[in-house]
C-alpha cells in the first residue's frame, strides 16, 4: 500500500511538472511569434536562446505540425501556428488572471518589465515616484526608455508604453489616465524683444518653436480653443525638435514662444525662465494614455505597473481626470502620441 501510494504521489508530481513545462513551452512560442525572433523573445524571458529554441522544437515534435517558418533572417508563423498561438494567449492570460485573482498581497513580484514614457513625463512625474513603486514591488528590474520616439512594442519587446493624445491604433489597449492641459510661454527676455503678443491672430508674426512628429516629420501646430472651436497656429517656422524638453529648453533660451504641458510651464514659470502667453486664451487639453498590445499574454507585472501609474496620475496635480471632448472637436489630439505597432 506504501509503494502504492508513493507512485501516486510521484505520477501526481509528474504531471503537475509536465504541464508547467508546457505552459512555459507555450509561453515560449507566443513570444517568439510576438517579436519575430527567438534572440529577442529569449532576452524578454531572461532565458539562454537555445533554451527557447529547443523549447518550441519539442512543441512543434509534440504537436506534429510545424508552427513557425525559419530563416537566417526572419521568423514567421504558420497558419497552424497561428491557430495555436491564438488558443495560447488565451489560456494563458486565463492562467495568470486565475493566479491573480488568489495572489495575496506578500507574494512577491519579480521579473524585468520594460516601459516607455515621454521624456517630460519620466523626468518630471514617473522618475520622483518610482521609490513609492519599489518600495510596493522591491523585486521587479524596471526598464525606462524616456523618449518622444515612435516605438514599436511587438518587435522592441515593449511591455507598455505612457503617451498622450488620442489612440488611432487598433492594436493597442489604451487605459486613459487622464488629460494634461497645455500653456503658451515665452522667456522673458524673448517677450523684451519682440512684444507680448496680444491675441491669437498677433502670433502670425512671431516666432515659435515647434515640435516636430519622429514618425512623419511634420510640425505640430499650436492650437487653441475658441467657442468650441480649434484655431491652430503655425506662425514662422524656423526652429523644431523632436523632444519636448529639448522645445523648452529654447523657449528658456529666447528663441520663441513654446506650447508645452502647464506643469511644465508652471514649474518654469515660478523659476522665472517663463512667462505664460495669452493665459486667458484656453487651450485643449491632451489625454494621456498607458497602452499596451492587446493580443499579448498581459503579466502581472504589467498589470502591476499599469494600476500603480493609474494611481499615481490620479493623485498627481499635473493631471485633471478625465473630461469628455466638446462637441464638434477632433479627436485626434497626436502632438505627444508617437506609438507605431
Given at each position: 500500500m506504501a509503494g502504492g501510494a508513493g507512485r501516486i504521489k510521484h505520477l501526481g508530481h509528474t504531471r503537475r511538472a509536465g504541464l508547467m513545462d508546457r505552459f512555459d513551452t507555450m509561453l515560449a512560442f507566443t513570444r517568439v511569434v510576438e517579436l519575430s525572433s527567438f534572440t529577442k523573445a529569449a532576452v524578454s524571458l531572461n532565458l539562454p536562446k537555445a533554451t527557447v529554441s529547443a523549447q518550441v522544437l519539442s512543441l512543434e515534435k509534440r504537436l506534429r505540425v510545424k508552427l513557425l517558418h525559419r530563416t537566417t533572417r526572419h521568423v514567421s508563423v504558420t497558419a497552424d501556428g497561428a491557430a495555436y498561438y491564438e488558443r495560447a494567449i488565451?489560456?494563458?492570460?486565463?492562467?495568470?488572471e486565475t493566479e491573480a485573482s488568489i495572489t495575496n498581497a506578500t507574494t512577491t513580484l519579480k521579473g524585468r518589465l520594460r516601459v516607455d514614457v515621454p521624456g517630460s513625463i519620466?523626468?518630471?512625474?514617473?522618475?520622483?515616484?518610482?521609490?513609492a513603486f519599489f518600495a510596493r514591488y522591491p523585486e521587479i528590474e524596471l526598464e525606462v526608455g524616456c523618449t518622444d520616439?515612435?516605438?514599436?512594442?511587438?518587435?522592441?519587446?515593449?511591455?507598455?508604453?505612457?503617451?498622450?493624445?488620442?489612440?488611432?491604433?487598433e492594436s493597442l489597449i489604451a487605459r486613459r489616465l487622464g488629460d494634461m492641459p497645455l500653456a503658451t510661454c515665452a522667456s522673458p527676455a524673448y517677450i523684451a524683444k519682440y512684444g507680448m503678443p496680444a491675441s491669437i491672430a498677433d502670433l502670425e508674426r512671431h516666432r515659435l518653436v515647434h515640435?516636430?512628429?519622429?514618425r512623419t516629420g511634420k510640425n505640430f501646430t499650436f492650437d487653441f480653443l475658441v467657442n468650441g472651436?480649434?484655431?491652430?497656429?503655425?506662425?514662422r517656422q524656423y526652429l523644431s525638435f523632436n523632444d519636448l524638453e529639448a522645445c523648452v529648453a529654447a523657449g528658456i533660451a529666447g528663441l520663441g514662444l513654446v506650447q508645452m504641458p502647464l506643469f511644465m510651464a508652471q514649474e518654469e514659470a515660478a523659476e522665472g525662465k517663463l512667462v505664460m502667453v495669452l493665459p486667458d486664451i484656453e487651450i485643449d487639453t491632451v489625454p494621456l494614455h498607458v497602452l499596451y498590445l492587446q493580443n499579448r499574454h498581459l503579466?502581472?507585472?504589467?498589470?502591476?505597473?499599469?494600476?500603480?501609474?493609474?494611481?499615481?496620475?490620479?493623485?498627481?496635480?499635473?493631471?485633471?481626470?478625465?473630461?469628455?471632448?466638446?462637441?464638434?472637436?477632433?479627436?485626434?489630439?497626436?502632438?505627444?502620441?508617437?506609438?507605431?505597432?
Open positions: 488565451r489560456l494563458l492570460t486565463e492562467l495568470d519620466g523626468q518630471r512625474i514617473l522618475i520622483p515616484a518610482l521609490d520616439r515612435p516605438v514599436d512594442l511587438l518587435h522592441e519587446g515593449i511591455d507598455c508604453v505612457i503617451r498622450g493624445g488620442e489612440v488611432v491604433d515640435m516636430f512628429s519622429s472651436e480649434i484655431i491652430p497656429i503655425l506662425g503579466s502581472t507585472k504589467v498589470r502591476a505597473f499599469v494600476e500603480w501609474v493609474a494611481e499615481l496620475m490620479a493623485s498627481s496635480t499635473y493631471v485633471l481626470p478625465r473630461v469628455a471632448p466638446a462637441p464638434g472637436l477632433p479627436q485626434d489630439r497626436s502632438r505627444l502620441l508617437q506609438v507605431s505597432v
